[in-house]
């Protein structure tokens, strides 16, 4: 019995020794991050909407831009560098806001239109902040800029090519929550297949959410059942179940493709077979975020301006994927006629 209390004893005060270690191990990492970066004019830090730097998605996107650009000025991940916080819930945004700020970093992007408010009262009480918005506009104050997309023009390809592959003319949209910016998504898709192939069937579905992948899956193996040979999934996360229905149907024999949305994703198609990525409509903002990190760096923040990233100021774009020389061809023409305002693509269904 003593012999057995004593063990006890031995492993209480083991646990006494390794948790204050371990904690003195975690604030040692926060010193040795912010004194690395110890000079550094431009602390910036990405907040992110509910699904994370991981999304493999436009949070990715941005996060791999601001990763780029802490590595080129020689940063670390941490304070006084680059950071992200990813939020769980819409409540998180004001609090996760005032945790950066209080960190002292100097220039915030809020991933996403559900930061607007959010993004309104911390510049407006924190006036030395500045923030850079995606996906909306909040007007009128010196230390916002809004960075928003031409979201339609890369979809009105994607739907082209979409239309041009299809055997059975019939393809399908999943958007993720109906609004101003998942409408330029539908917009342009639904007017780009229909101008390439003017009887294709374009059904469009919603999923009400950004990060159920499971109704995503659901609604994409009804339309894959329906006949549609491409699904474009414009839905954030959630648009991961869209791939996986595909590679099911794949194991089925029946010839399916998905069109990646945001950012090129081959990679997400990719599976025993070959790869089932048609193409991907692009968002460059990564690049975009390498571009204003750099502006508000030498002291030229774009403060009270909305800035618009089409195919011409090469904010937008597709990949080649899948598609044949031929699609490939008339998609490469049909992109110049867009820059050179020959096509007006639409922005509402």
């Not at 590679?247 to 025993?272: F, L």
């Amino acid at each position: 019995m003593n012999k057995l209390i004593k063990k006890i004893s031995l492993a209480i005060l083991a646990l006494g020794i390794i948790i204050p270690l371990s904690a003195c191990t975690n604030r040692s990492a926060s010193n040795n991050s912010e004194s690395q970066n110890k000079g550094n004019s431009l602390a910036v830090a990405l907040l992110t909407d509910l699904n994370g730097v991981d999304d493999k998605s436009f949070n990715q996107s941005a996060w791999e831009g601001l990763t780029k650009w802490g590595k080129e000025h020689n940063l670390t991940k941490g304070l006084g560098g680059y950071d992200y916080v990813q939020s769980h819930q819409d409540s998180d945004y004001p609090v996760n806001i005032n945790k950066l700020i209080k960190n002292n970093y100097n220039l915030i992007y809020a991933i996403g239109y559900k930061l607007d408010k959010a993004v309104t009262d911390g510049a407006k009480q924190n006036p030395n902040t500045k923030f850079a918005i995606i996906d909306t506009v909040v007007p009128d104050l010196d230390n916002v800029t809004s960075l928003t997309f031409k979201d339609n023009e890369s979809a009105y390809l994607a739907g082209m090519s979409a239309a041009l592959n299809s055997k059975t003319k019939k393809i399908g949209f999943i958007g993720g929550v109906k609004g101003e910016v998942i409408n330029r998504f539908e917009a342009g898709y639904v007017a780009g297949a229909k101008a390439a192939v003017p009887d294709i069937q374009v059904d469009v579905k919603y999923v009400g959410a950004f990060d159920k992948a499971d109704v995503a899956k659901s609604i994409a193996t009804a339309m894959y059942n329906n006949g549609n040979d491409a699904i474009y999934q414009a839905a954030g996360s959630a648009g991961l179940g869209v791939f996986s229905s595909a590679k099911d149907a794949r194991k089925s024999g029946k010839e399916v493709y998905v069109v990646g949305c945001d950012r090129d994703q081959t990679e997400e198609g990719q599976y025993d077979g070959g790869n089932l990525t048609l193409t991907s409509s692009i968002k460059a903002l990564n690049t975009v975020v390498e571009e204003v990190s750099n502006e508000t760096l030498a002291g030229n923040f774009p403060g009270k301006q909305h800035k618009v990233f089409g195919l011409k100021e090469n904010g937008v774009d597709i990949s080649k994927g899948q598609l044949s020389t031929d699609i490939w061809n008339k998609v490469e023409q049909t992109k110049q006629d867009i820059i050179d305002g020959k096509i007006t693509v639409p922005e509402k269904p």
